[in-house]
């Protein structure tokens, strides 16, 4: 791994560090506050080309390696962690799996949709009764001539609120296991397909995060991602993926607290100085740097195993989830401390960033999902 | 229409603990970050208006080291044409007239209908680049300026001036437009731009290619950072001892 | 880990000396308090003395990357060693690289990369240790030559060494603008040593304190001008911390490898140890911090390496890499239950060297002030 960027790679860091500074960061808290899906956000961001950062060109999308959306999505979460995940699901939840497994003639169908943020993306995995654990669905898809009838309820999908395109797993064959789950493009006027309740969440509140029901939604044969039974093998190396660019938030949120802390800590005073000149604060300022370029390190080289076209990067994509994640939640905690009682205040970024890094160790696999992935790559 | 835009690549001070290097005549800039000179991006950016309006060509230049090629390529992914980078390191010391004779020659054989410049740089601040520039090759200038239309050959520019006065000009092209800050909003650019910007070629020029012998008119004697506040007298203790204690001084200095 | 291909090759070739010749060795080394002179002549033959010196100076002419990894490798199997080779071609051959002229590097550079001659540095007093500018070792000028009297303690590899460079003042009220670097060969009148160290770990490397009484040092050994020992040997630590954040890695490493290995070849309630979950969870996050210490010591050479700056970075590996080392090495022992604590295994071994990485070339809390200073721009 080289440990500098590109040159592509630091224009492109420059540039949305720029933009989310300017345009995202500057309505973080009203978006937190009103909870309202920040379209105005993705309008501009879909400008830039950061709604499908690793899609070729000739989709609409911007060309650029996973190292690069790293970045992307590091910078944007920076200024604003609603509008990071929701940027992540678009592009490695949703244009990610169809760019992989899709037929030509969906590529050509939907990508443009996504990459242009005409249409946003959103992905249908976890059930009521089946998160990390992928093999007890319920969800049920059965062939009737050109059509699947699509069956099930799916729980905290990001995005689905407001999306147009969703990623859905459903079982074609209940009895084949793993090997019987079928991945679906699913549009949101699909006849069948509504959505139920909207959750109410502690941290990134304006995500649309909201639940599907498919009651005998008829989806077209077509947009079977792949083939029958392809949907665990999607899932999965989908994830993989995606877990790299929610390391890669955690990262942000977590740079984010630092750097709010480093402020707090030249202005505020305190026995006639500044608390900054404290060895204890130092410490954990020290400490938080630490764990922050880690837990990039981490997330940059998942990013780069992935693309110099390593096949398997499960446990790297693994570690940079679960270490940034743990990480985001530790520094976000210190910096809450840095500020004391002003920390606990909506007047400071950082009680934002605290409610905002919790869930990083719950979705896209929780972290105890995360270990034994990296355990059991380790004891093969 | 054909346009130069003059870049310069400068560390990023406003909130950084700024330090005096061993030779008592620079910063020391190990950790400060730097960024395209803020004027300089509107410039950038009132060029890539113009071009968008008339079509043409974006020349950007920068004497700068090595590193001011991140800055050109930001540009041109932004919107500029090709770009040319000055060697700083061949060129030693610096001033304004040095600048602007450098600048000079390293454009002489390209055809433009006008110069852009930021007002002046955040680092130097000596506000002297673009109108030297302007007259080394007499050619007219407008500095401070907030506005710019073109039509058959002619600027048409404003200035912005104190007291919220806005000064209207007409002139001659070629002309240099050494532009202020807010006269536009510059862009980001788009990734893909960023991508197709990022392997285009930099021409680099030195002592080689510049045979001029750019002379100083003035030479940096030192910088330092002033002592404060020796004047600065902190009042203490309850609202009303401060009140009653600035009354006395007002008095005392014969100031009512 | 993905590097460079060179870089791989590098360490695959390495392991054939590690697992081959150093780690059969590393057991009596730490019973017995053994020192290595074998392995130091065997990593003479192999070009390690001096990883990154240039050839024309004895050194491989390979860069600090190549260094780290050989650290890391030796430290997997044997903390001992790592710490005599780290002692030496950071701080021993560093210095004289860095600041000698062309003459001391013909008389000291060149021998000691070549294994000729073993290098220490002698920096720690009894009452300055992270805080070198407290150096109350004094070097007074007498014509053409230093008069030196002082004390320096916990000096690796300093009663063996052949050239030792160190640290000295003028005038201790100066503070660190008086202090300037000397070399001192061994056997110099005036120059002798005390008790070496009886240590909790790292028992197969010297520990030494030296001892100058009225010790005439020639100024042709002084390095560089004199009051540049301060910049000398900060700039020395800046490296070193690599190699340490290195040592301390390869030590985990060796930790987790041990404790994966015990895992799979003994079972619990009748069940492989490797199948609960209690332990999956356990080897998930010392793998995990193990590879996030690696990037950032292999991060700090790389910037090291490009020419850019890379303090906060070596400070960064020095801090966590010793850090989560300490604690993998803990865990790992955890993992045997109470076979870790016996001789049998060698995780009682790991913890034991290990703790030193958190102390040795400035603390932890040291490594932290100097990160802090780094991200407040002081």
Same mark, same amino acid.
């Given at each position: 791994?080289?440990?500098?960027?590109?040159?592509?790679?630091?224009?492109?860091?420059?540039?949305?560090?720029?933009?989310?500074?300017?345009?995202?960061?500057?309505?973080?808290?009203?978006?937190?506050?009103?909870?309202?899906?920040?379209?105005?956000?993705?309008?501009?961001?879909?400008?830039?080309?950061?709604?499908?950062?690793?899609?070729?060109?000739?989709?609409?999308?911007?060309?650029?390696?996973?190292?690069?959306?790293?970045?992307?999505?590091?910078?944007?979460?920076?200024?604003?962690?609603?509008?990071?995940?929701?940027?992540?699901?678009?592009?490695?939840?949703?244009?990610?799996?169809?760019?992989?497994?899709?037929?030509?003639?969906?590529?050509?169908?939907?990508?443009?949709?996504?990459?242009?943020?005409?249409?946003?993306?959103?992905?249908?995995?976890?059930?009521?009764?089946?998160?990390?654990?992928?093999?007890?669905?319920?969800?049920?898809?059965?062939?009737?001539?050109?059509?699947?009838?699509?069956?099930?309820?799916?729980?905290?999908?990001?995005?689905?609120?407001?999306?147009?395109?969703?990623?859905?797993?459903?079982?074609?064959?209940?009895?084949?296991?793993?090997?019987?789950?079928?991945?679906?493009?699913?549009?949101?006027?699909?006849?069948?397909?509504?959505?139920?309740?909207?959750?109410?969440?502690?941290?990134?509140?304006?995500?649309?995060?909201?639940?599907?029901?498919?009651?005998?939604?008829?989806?077209?044969?077509?947009?079977?991602?792949?083939?029958?039974?392809?949907?665990?093998?999607?899932?999965?190396?989908?994830?993989?993926?995606?877990?790299?660019?929610?390391?890669?938030?955690?990262?942000?949120?977590?740079?984010?607290?630092?750097?709010?802390?480093?402020?707090?800590?030249?202005?505020?005073?305190?026995?006639?100085?500044?608390?900054?000149?404290?060895?204890?604060?130092?410490?954990?300022?020290?400490?938080?740097?630490?764990?922050?370029?880690?837990?990039?390190?981490?997330?940059?080289?998942?990013?780069?195993?992935?693309?110099?076209?390593?096949?398997?990067?499960?446990?790297?994509?693994?570690?940079?989830?679960?270490?940034?994640?743990?990480?985001?939640?530790?520094?976000?905690?210190?910096?809450?401390?840095?500020?004391?009682?002003?920390?606990?205040?909506?007047?400071?970024?950082?009680?934002?960033?605290?409610?905002?890094?919790?869930?990083?160790?719950?979705?896209?696999?929780?972290?105890?999902?995360?270990?034994?992935?990296?355990?059991?790559?380790?004891?093969? | 229409?054909?346009?130069?835009?003059?870049?310069?690549?400068?560390?990023?001070?406003?909130?950084?603990?700024?330090?005096?290097?061993?030779?008592?005549?620079?910063?020391?800039?190990?950790?400060?970050?730097?960024?395209?000179?803020?004027?300089?991006?509107?410039?950038?950016?009132?060029?890539?208006?113009?071009?968008?309006?008339?079509?043409?060509?974006?020349?950007?230049?920068?004497?700068?080291?090595?590193?001011?090629?991140?800055?050109?390529?930001?540009?041109?992914?932004?919107?500029?044409?090709?770009?040319?980078?000055?060697?700083?390191?061949?060129?030693?010391?610096?001033?304004?007239?040095?600048?602007?004779?450098?600048?000079?020659? @390293?454009?002489?054989?390209?055809?433009?209908?006008?110069?852009?410049?930021?007002?002046?740089?955040?680092?130097?601040?000596?506000?002297?680049?673009?109108?030297?520039?302007?007259?080394?090759?007499?050619?007219?200038?407008?500095?401070?300026?907030?506005?710019?239309?073109?039509?058959?050959?002619?600027?048409?520019?404003?200035?912005?001036?104190?007291?919220?006065?806005?000064?209207?000009?007409?002139?001659?092209?070629?002309?240099?437009?050494?532009?202020?800050?807010?006269?536009?909003?510059?862009?980001?650019?788009?990734?893909?731009?960023?991508?197709?910007?990022?392997?285009?070629?930099?021409?680099?020029?030195?002592?080689?290619?510049?045979?001029?012998?750019?002379?100083?008119?003035?030479?940096?004697?030192?910088?330092?950072?002033?002592?404060?506040?020796?004047? @600065?007298?902190?009042?203490?203790?309850?609202?009303?001892?401060?009140?009653?204690?600035? @009354?006395?001084?007002?008095?005392?200095?014969?100031?009512? | 880990?993905?590097?460079?291909?060179?870089?791989?090759?590098?360490?695959?070739?390495?392991?054939?000396?590690?697992?081959?010749?150093?780690?059969?060795?590393?057991?009596?080394?730490?019973?017995?308090?053994?020192?290595?002179?074998?392995?130091?002549?065997?990593?003479?033959?192999?070009?390690?003395?001096?990883?990154?010196?240039?050839?024309?100076?004895?050194?491989?002419?390979?860069?600090?990357?190549?260094?780290?990894?050989?650290?890391?490798?030796?430290?997997?199997?044997?903390?001992?060693?790592?710490?005599?080779?780290?002692?030496?071609?950071?701080?021993?051959?560093?210095?004289?690289?860095?600041?000698?002229?062309?003459?001391?590097?013909?008389?000291?550079?060149?021998?000691?990369?070549?294994?000729?001659?073993?290098?220490?540095?002698?920096?720690?007093?009894?009452?300055?240790?992270?805080?070198?500018?407290?150096?109350?070792?004094?070097?007074?000028?007498?014509?053409?030559?230093?008069?030196?009297?002082?004390?320096?303690?916990?000096?690796?590899?300093?009663?063996?060494?052949?050239?030792?460079?160190?640290?000295?003042?003028?005038?201790?009220?100066?503070?660190?603008?008086?202090?300037?670097?000397?070399?001192?060969?061994?056997?110099?009148?005036?120059?002798?040593?005390?008790?070496?160290?009886?240590?909790?770990?790292?028992?197969?490397?010297?520990?030494?304190?030296?001892?100058?009484?009225?010790?005439?040092?020639?100024?042709?050994?002084?390095?560089?001008?004199?009051?540049?020992?301060?910049?000398?040997?900060?700039?020395?630590?800046?490296?070193?911390?690599?190699?340490?954040?290195?040592?301390?890695?390869?030590?985990?490493?060796?930790?987790?490898?041990?404790?994966?290995?015990?895992?799979?070849?003994?079972?619990?309630?009748?069940?492989?140890?490797?199948?609960?979950?209690?332990?999956?969870?356990?080897?998930?996050?010392?793998?995990?911090?193990?590879?996030?210490?690696?990037?950032?010591?292999?991060?700090?050479?790389?910037?090291?390496?490009?020419?850019?700056?890379?303090?906060?970075?070596?400070?960064?590996?020095?801090?966590?890499?010793?850090?989560?080392?300490?604690?993998?090495?803990?865990?790992?022992?955890?993992?045997?239950?109470?076979?870790?604590?016996?001789?049998?295994?060698?995780?009682?071994?790991?913890?034991?060297?290990?703790?030193?990485?958190?102390?040795?070339?400035?603390?932890?809390?040291?490594?932290?002030?100097?990160?802090?200073?780094?991200?407040?721009?002081?």
């Amino acid at each position: 791994m080289d440990f500098g960027l590109t040159n592509d790679q630091k224009m492109l860091q420059d540039q949305v560090r720029k933009f989310a500074d300017a345009e995202l960061a500057p309505v973080a808290a009203e978006i937190d506050k009103s909870g309202e899906f920040p379209w105005a956000n993705l309008k501009k961001m879909a400008q830039l080309g950061l709604l499908g950062v690793v899609v070729p060109e000739k989709y609409g999308g911007s060309g650029f390696d996973f190292v690069s959306l790293a970045i992307a999505i590091e910078e944007i979460s920076r200024a604003c962690a609603t509008t990071g995940v929701i940027v992540a699901v678009n592009n490695s939840l949703t244009t990610f799996p169809i760019l992989q497994f899709s037929s030509e003639e969906q590529k050509s169908k939907y990508l443009p949709l996504l990459c242009s943020g005409k249409k946003i993306g959103a992905f249908g995995l976890t059930e009521p009764d089946a998160g990390s654990d992928v093999v007890s669905l319920e969800s049920t898809a059965r062939l009737e001539g050109d059509h699947y009838v699509l069956n099930g309820t799916k729980r905290f999908s990001t995005n689905a609120g407001e999306a147009g395109i969703f990623i859905v797993f459903a079982y074609t064959n209940k009895e084949m296991k793993h090997k019987g789950i079928s991945a679906f493009v699913v549009e949101r006027d699909t006849p069948g397909f509504s959505l139920g309740n909207h959750e109410d969440l502690m941290g990134i509140r304006a995500t649309a995060n909201c639940e599907l029901i498919f009651e005998d939604a008829k989806i077209p044969k077509e947009n079977l991602i792949g083939k029958e039974g392809d949907g665990f093998k999607i899932c999965m190396s989908t994830l993989d993926v995606s877990r790299i660019d929610i390391g890669a938030q955690a990262v942000g949120i977590a740079q984010s607290a630092l750097d709010e802390s480093v402020k707090y800590s030249k202005e505020r005073k305190a026995f006639g100085q500044p608390i900054c000149n404290f060895e204890m604060i130092q410490s954990m300022l020290a400490e938080m740097a630490t764990q922050i370029q880690a837990a990039r390190l981490l997330v940059y080289y998942a990013g780069y195993c992935k693309d110099t076209g390593m096949t398997r990067f499960s446990r790297e994509s693994a570690m940079s989830k679960y270490y940034a994640s743990d990480i985001a939640v530790d520094v976000t905690r210190k910096a809450v401390q840095i500020h004391g009682g002003y920390g606990y205040s909506k007047d400071y970024i950082v009680e934002r960033l605290y409610r905002d890094a919790k869930i990083l160790e719950l979705y896209e696999g929780t972290s105890e999902i995360q270990k034994i992935v990296i355990a059991r790559e380790l004891i093969r | 229409m054909d346009l130069i835009v003059c870049i310069k690549r400068v560390p990023q001070t406003a909130e950084a603990e700024v330090k005096i290097d061993g030779s008592g005549k620079d910063i020391v800039k190990d950790r400060l970050t730097f960024d395209m000179n803020e004027a300089d991006s509107y410039a950038l950016e009132e060029a890539i208006l113009l071009k968008e309006k008339s079509g043409g060509n974006i020349t950007a230049v920068s004497l700068g080291s090595a590193e001011a090629e991140d800055t050109l390529r930001i540009a041109l992914a932004k919107g500029a044409d090709s770009a040319i980078r000055i060697k700083l390191e061949d060129f030693g010391e610096l001033d304004g007239f040095k600048t602007a004779a450098l600048i000079r020659e @390293a454009i002489k054989d390209i055809k433009f209908d006008a110069i852009l410049t930021g007002c002046m740089s955040t680092d130097d601040s000596y506000y002297q680049v673009g109108p030297t520039l302007a007259e080394m090759l007499g050619i007219p200038h407008a500095t401070l300026v907030s506005k710019i239309e073109v039509a058959d050959q002619k600027a048409h520019v404003h200035r912005e001036l104190e007291g919220g006065l806005i000064e209207h000009l007409e002139m001659s092209l070629p002309a240099v437009f050494a532009v202020q800050t807010g006269i536009n909003e510059p862009r980001y650019a788009s990734l893909i731009a960023i991508r197709r910007a990022a392997g285009k070629e930099i021409k680099v020029i030195g002592k080689e290619e510049i045979s001029s012998e750019a002379k100083l008119n003035s030479t940096l004697e030192e910088l330092f950072i002033p002592p404060v506040g020796e004047r @600065a007298e902190i009042l203490t203790g309850t609202p009303d001892e401060v009140s009653k204690r600035t @009354a006395e001084i007002i008095k005392e200095k014969g100031l009512i | 880990m993905i590097l460079e291909k060179r870089h791989d090759d590098f360490r695959a070739k390495l392991r054939e000396f590690t697992e081959g010749e150093v780690a059969p060795r590393a057991p009596e080394l730490d019973k017995k308090d053994e020192f290595p002179w074998d392995l130091v002549k065997r990593m003479a033959e192999l070009d390690l003395m001096a990883i990154y010196v240039p050839r024309e100076y004895g050194g491989a002419g390979l860069d600090s990357l190549h260094y780290a990894i050989a650290v890391e490798e030796i430290g997997r199997v044997c903390g001992s060693t790592g710490i005599f080779l780290a002692a030496h071609a950071s701080l021993g051959v560093f210095p004289v690289y860095y600041a000698g002229n062309e003459e001391q590097k013909k008389k000291w550079l060149i021998p000691m990369a070549r294994g000729e001659k073993i290098g220490s540095f002698g920096l720690t007093e009894p009452d300055a240790g992270s805080d070198a500018a407290a150096t109350k070792t004094t070097a007074v000028r007498k014509g053409d030559k230093y008069l030196v009297n002082g004390v320096k303690r916990f000096i690796t590899s300093g009663s063996i060494a052949d050239v030792i460079v160190f640290t000295a003042t003028d005038d201790p009220s100066k503070g660190y603008h008086g202090i300037s670097a000397f070399v001192v060969e061994k056997g110099t009148p005036g120059f002798t040593y005390g008790k070496d160290e009886d240590k909790l770990g790292l028992r197969g490397s010297i520990t030494s304190e030296l001892i100058f009484e009225d010790c005439e040092i020639p100024e042709s050994n002084l390095l560089g001008k004199e009051g540049d020992g301060f910049k000398i040997f900060m700039e020395t630590l800046d490296g070193g911390r690599i190699s340490i954040g290195a040592l301390a890695l390869g030590i985990a490493q060796g930790a987790l490898d041990a404790a994966v290995k015990f895992t799979k070849a003994n079972k619990k309630s009748g069940k492989p140890i490797y199948k609960l979950q209690s332990t999956q969870s356990t080897i998930a996050e010392m793998a995990t911090e193990i590879e996030a210490a690696r990037l950032l010591v292999y991060q700090a050479a790389a910037l090291k390496d490009a020419g850019m700056p890379y303090l906060k970075e070596a400070a960064m590996a020095k801090y966590y890499a010793s850090t989560i080392g300490t604690k993998v090495a803990n865990l790992a022992i955890d993992i045997h239950g109470m076979y870790g604590v016996t001789l049998d295994f060698p995780v009682e071994r790991f913890i034991r060297d290990e703790k030193l990485m958190e102390i040795g070339e400035g603390t932890s809390e040291i490594q932290k002030i100097v990160i802090a200073r780094q991200i407040l721009g002081k």
